[in-house]
């Protein structure tokens, strides 16, 4: 029988980030060696240099594949954009035939499990259609507006930090890749049944990321928008005997933030902050009564 197998994708654009991503091989290195066997490919920004530690740090924990992305589109969010096109493109051609994901893990994302891999694996199989991407699903977030109609803030998406099929390229017409790629894509994988939610990626903050930790049902945290060498820190730093025997609180205090939440937007009108803090609130609403499956094909909304 063929052996599972798996690609994390690892982009690096700077010093900064290849330091966050060397920690992390630390922490995946401490971990029982996965069941499912994984390739990392460590994907460098055209303007950054290949890294020798970065390579010799993964090649402990699996086979390493130095690449250095082809692309000559600079900027945010075009840059990244192409980078995950040339690491899919290097994926579709050097894997075919084979069945599992790669998963585009940025410097800001920190596995937190043990069995992280094999957790994912096992349920990017557990469908009865292999998904074409599997992630944190973001649903529509509204901001609320005293005597006027609720204002869209984000389009409902497959947050980029995900799982995607080895010939995701395959699926995905040309105009895919117009836009920033985790927004162009997920209505066409949608579209056909096959863009799966997970709870086990999932976003966190600086404020509960600790309390996170403790969460077995999540295994590859998100610090989206948050401070990354912060973040990464205290997720892969150990939970101490405190947290772990004041876990019984944790569902009190992730409704007082909640609550303390729904306050601030009503203070927080407008920039980054007010699309973060009404993100978290529809995102905890959506992961309260979902299942993992896949979403339902859009629905037109009303002109």
């Known amino acids: 029988m063929q052996r599972k197998r798996h690609i994390v994708i690892l982009p690096y654009y700077c010093e900064e980030e290849v330091q966050r991503y060397l920690q992390i091989a630390e922490k995946i290195a401490s971990f029982p060696k996965a069941e499912a066997e994984v390739d990392y490919l460590l994907a460098a920004s055209p303007r950054a240099q290949h890294s020798q530690p970065l390579h010799d740090a993964y090649s402990k924990v699996g086979n390493a594949i130095s690449f250095q992305c082809p692309t000559q589109i600079f900027g945010y969010p075009e840059g990244p954009t192409a980078m995950f096109w040339d690491c899919m493109d290097y994926v ?7 069945d599992g994901f790669s998963l ?8 937190t499990q043990p069995d992280w891999i094999d957790r994912l694996s096992d349920q990017w199989y557990g469908h009865d259609e292999i998904p074409i991407m599997m992630g944190c699903y973001v649903p529509e977030v509204y901001k609320s507006r005293l005597f006027k109609k609720r204002k869209l803030l984000l389009e409902p998406h497959i947050n980029g930090g995900a799982c995607y099929s ?3 390229v395959h699926h995905m017409p040309a105009e895919a890749r117009e836009g920033v790629f985790d927004m162009a894509v997920f209505q066409y994988a949608q579209s056909v049944g096959r863009a799966v939610s997970t709870n086990l990626i999932s976003f966190s903050t600086n404020s509960r990321v600790r309390r996170d930790l403790l969460d077995q049902e999540k295994v590859l945290l998100h610090g989206f928008m948050q401070e990354k060498d912060s973040f990464v820190d205290q997720c892969l730093r150990p939970l101490s005997e405190k947290e772990i025997s004041g876990a019984v609180w944790n569902g009190t205090r992730d409704q007082i933030e909640t609550l303390q939440r729904r ?5 927080v009108r407008r920039g980054r902050e007010a699309m973060l803090e009404n993100m978290f609130l529809a995102k905890a609403k959506f992961d309260s009564t979902k299942a993992h499956q896949p979403l339902p094909a859009p629905v037109k909304r009303a002109a």
């Open 92 to 98: 579709a051609e050097n894997y075919q035939g084979v």
């Open 104 to 111: 585009w893990m940025e410097s800001d994302m920190a596995p």
């Open 166 to 168: 080895m010939d995701f």
């Open 263 to 267: 306050l601030r937007v009503w203070f």
